[in-house]
């Protein structure tokens, strides 16, 4: 089996179906690739719909909702392809999707694909690369190094050997952590331009979606530095740094709610380091 298409989904029954009918089963058994489907404890039918009119999608269930990292990780354990392809519930693959991430498989790159917006075809992210905060900043294509989970592949050997998405970041900041885990295990990164997926998903934050990023970057970047005091030490001036700017930035805009959400969320993850390292 030469790839998997790993796709959680919570009660997204609609656009599962939208993004299943642009994966034609012809298609898929000429490429050697299957489709795994993870219900993640929905409550729409979207297993049963799946299972009746895409007989050859893998459903699993579970019968709680554990996040998005949870799910593909199942999806991933019983995944038969050496190239694991992670596809969101709301993205609507374009033509050549599929084969632009099987020529590019080499066994060692992580393959990073384009998100556009489903209703306006533009870019709904552009290629981006990591930093010591964990922060992305916009790059060009050549110097990308992480990608969504919207759109993502990489070789099944990889993913375990970093022990796949970690599961204490189920949403929000989840895939920027696979391609840091990745990065420092030697892998290569590669943008695709032509593996293009049409995204229903908002590419804005918004609400709660705030506290929750910033939580979570920072939680897990305290967790990848813990064992070097002086790493430690040296992100949180960075990020203290960098948070007092956006914080300024909000506040001359007016946007005290969005302030209040990032200075949440900053001190939640701080509180959640120091109890976990303090067990």
């Not at 632009?100 to 998100?115: A, E, P, Q, S, Y």
Request: net charge positive.
């Amino acid at each position: 089996m030469h790839a998997s298409i790993i796709i959680a989904v919570y009660n997204r029954r609609e656009d599962v179906h939208a993004c299943l009918s642009a994966l034609p089963v012809a298609e898929l058994t000429q490429k050697n690739t299957e489709v795994i489907l993870v219900d993640d404890g929905s409550t729409d039918g979207v297993r049963e719909m799946a299972a009746q009119e895409f007989p050859h999608v893998q459903t699993l269930r579970l019968e709680d909702n554990k996040g998005p990292s949870f799910a593909r990780n199942l999806g991933a354990k019983v995944a038969r392809g050496s190239l694991l392809i992670f596809l969101d519930s709301d993205a609507v693959p374009e033509d050549r999707w599929l084969d632009t991430f099987l020529l590019c498989d080499d066994g060692n790159t992580v393959l990073i694909g384009r998100i556009l917006d489903y209703h306006t075809g533009k870019d709904q992210d552009r290629p981006r690369r990591s930093t010591f905060l964990g922060k992305s900043l916009p790059c060009s294509p050549r110097h990308a190094n992480a990608g969504s989970s919207c759109n993502l592949a990489l070789p099944a050997s990889l993913f375990s050997a970093i022990g796949g998405f970690d599961p204490d970041i189920p949403y929000y900041f989840e895939d920027s952590l696979l391609c840091i885990h990745a990065r420092r295990h030697g892998a290569r990164f590669r943008y695709l331009s032509d593996a293009r997926v049409r995204h229903k998903g908002s590419g804005t934050r918004q609400g709660d979606t705030i506290r929750m990023q910033e939580h979570n970057s920072t939680y897990a970047m305290l967790m990848l530095y813990r064992h070097s005091f002086g790493r430690v030490l040296l992100f949180t001036a960075g990020n203290g740094l960098w948070l007092l700017i956006r914080l300024f930035v909000r506040l001359l805009t007016g946007r005290l709610h969005d302030a209040v959400l990032l200075a949440k969320g900053w001190g939640s993850a701080y509180s959640r380091f120091v109890s976990r390292t303090g067990d």
